[in-house]
């Protein structure tokens, strides 16, 4: 529960120190006087949205702390642990908030983030505004509220196991192609792809070599007249040849005189051969330089098959003899995957069985818990004044075993809707269509009265609850929440004084000025300071004895009950 809340530097407080009691906590005041200030900073200290707006003129932060008692839910211990946050009786959270924008939030003195914040807080109190009934309201939070009434959640368990079950099927059958029918197509499109690469019987570099042939052709005329001077340049009448010969023979007519010339006239003989040997080559190559149509148009035809071939699988050979193992690796791993996929989409068959089975028990358990849920809101509407209010649950059709993997859910297969009718032969409608602002408030009260023996928060917190509320019903929303803190810590929001009678501790939100300053300011009520506040929202004078008497009555009124 909510044991202590200080307040810092927001909005009109200066420094406020509120102690609450374990029951029913109200708090009230004359309209304007800051109600709403003090569930301001109540929000912000358990996570809501930061607004420097809220920081008290002139002071450079605003600080708020909230300090939570004992006994808490395993969930919560089980948070600490996770956030390595010393584990205690008590829980203190500080959250403070600079003019800068700088958020600093601590847990027990360790600072935590704002999501950790917001996780913790969500297990030890439970804030509804002025407006936040209307959340309640909605259509998508009709199932999580049919849900809290399921005891046992292990049946959400294997749900939640056979769905992974199912997501993970479903992943496989993904990756082997999704059918058969897509396999068999890319079986076909592999085969196709491999033939017409093997067909083709590429060579690395072949095309570099067809290409440089394929140019000399085209420049045959060229080449033949060049090799034709070159040969006559080395092997002709004043050939190189002819000069070294005669340059070798004078030599050998004077090695005799000097032995040094022998080692230079077996290199001029080595020249002599090494030309000759060039002479011969390229006479060769002059013989073989000759343009054959035939053979150019071959050329040119396997060049433009190769071109086309490197368009579809690579920028060169190498890269479409890679794209060709890789396409016979990935065709025999399709071939081999096809049995695989047999068997996962035999077994996806089995797993949706096993969830359409489970989600209509879940859905025959919510069905049937409804049932007492339906009487149990209209007998606490008839308490609250609306004897002809009807409700119901509405769910949508079973699903079938051929539908039910386009219904399927993180919860079930379930789609639901509260009916509401606030009148006798009034048909029932959707809650959010038909449901007044009185109606939502006290359609709001009792479902918390209800949730309550099964909410674990300790805390909750009702601002303004009773709006659109007054006369004799107000006595009946004051005895539902004291219905509801028999089990739990209840902070009400007030302007009526049957609440306000029915309270186990009394805060007067009061606002002043001082020096020419506006300050508001909270304290806890004695119990004649109590008599007073509820005589003066009587509408009495509260100085008037006829109204302390009505207030003595109301307030005696409201014990005998909670007696």
Do not use: W
């Amino acid at each position: 529960m909510l044991k202590n809340l200080e307040i810092q530097n927001v909005a009109l407080i200066d420094n406020v120190n509120l102690e609450f009691s374990p029951n029913l906590n109200v708090l009230s005041g004359e309209t304007g006087a800051g109600k709403s200030i003090i569930v301001d900073a109540l929000n912000f200290v358990i996570g809501a949205k930061q607004n420097k707006g809220l920081i008290k003129q002139g002071k450079p932060f605003m600080k708020v702390q909230a300090l939570f008692s004992s006994p808490f839910s395993k969930d919560i211990h089980t948070l600490l642990t996770d956030y390595d946050v010393e584990d205690q009786d008590e829980i203190l959270i500080m959250r403070k908030l600079t003019s800068e924008g700088k958020n600093d939030i601590k847990l027990n003195g360790t600072t935590i983030t704002l999501n950790m914040l917001k996780n913790l807080t969500s297990l030890l109190i439970d804030i509804h505004g002025q407006h936040e009934h209307q959340h309640l309201l909605k259509d998508k939070f009709h199932l999580q509220i049919v849900d809290m009434f399921i005891k046992d959640k292990s049946i959400f368990t294997e749900y939640e196991e056979k769905l992974n079950n199912l997501k993970n099927i479903q992943l496989q059958i993904k990756k082997l192609n999704g059918s058969t029918e897509n396999q068999e197509r890319m079986l076909d499109l592999l085969d196709y792809q491999i033939k017409e690469i093997e067909q083709a019987k590429l060579v690395i570099g072949e095309d570099d070599e067809l290409l440089q042939k394929k140019v000399a052709m085209l420049n045959y005329e060229k080449i033949y007249e060049s090799l034709s001077a070159a040969i006559n340049e080395i092997d002709g009448q004043n050939s190189t040849i002819n000069s070294i010969k005669k340059a070798q023979l004078n030599l050998n007519n004077i090695t005799k005189f000097d032995e040094t010339l022998l080692e230079i006239t077996n290199r001029i003989e080595s020249t002599k051969f090494e030309l000759i040997d060039i002479s011969e080559t390229l006479k060769v190559k002059k013989e073989e330089c000759f343009f054959n149509q035939s053979e150019f148009n071959e050329i040119d035809e396997r060049l433009d098959k190769i071109k086309l071939i490197k368009k579809k699988y690579g920028a060169t050979i190498e890269d479409v003899l890679k794209y060709l193992e890789k396409s016979k690796q990935e065709y025999e791993t399709i071939l081999n995957s096809k049995s695989n996929l047999v068997k996962c989409l035999e077994e996806k068959k089995v797993i949706l069985k096993e969830i359409f089975t489970i989600a209509n028990k879940i859905s025959n358990m919510r069905r049937q818990l409804s049932k007492n849920f339906e009487y149990s809101v209209k007998t606490e509407l008839s308490s609250l004044g609306m004897k002809d209010a009807d409700f119901k649950v509405y769910f949508s059709d079973f699903v079938t075993e051929d539908t039910i993997e386009n219904k399927l859910t993180p919860t079930g297969c379930d789609e639901v809707k509260f009916l509401f009718s606030a009148n006798a032969g009034q048909s029932l409608k959707p809650l959010s269509e038909i449901i007044s602002g009185g109606e939502a408030s006290r359609f709001m009260l009792a479902l918390k009265n209800i949730l309550a023996e099964i909410d674990e928060i300790s805390s909750m917190v009702f601002d303004e609850i009773d709006t659109g509320i007054s006369g004799d019903m107000g006595y009946q929303v004051a005895c539902k929440l004291a219905n509801i803190s028999k089990t739990h810590q209840v902070m009400s929001v007030s302007h009526l004084p049957q609440i306000c009678a029915m309270a186990d501790k009394n805060i007067k939100i009061e606002k002043y000025t001082k020096d020419n300053e506006t300050f508001v300011n909270a304290r806890n009520l004695n119990s004649n300071e109590t008599l007073l506040e509820i005589a003066r929202l009587s509408g009495g004078t509260q100085d008037s004895s006829v109204s302390l008497e009505h207030a003595k009555e109301l307030k005696n009124r409201c014990n005998a009950y909670k007696s």
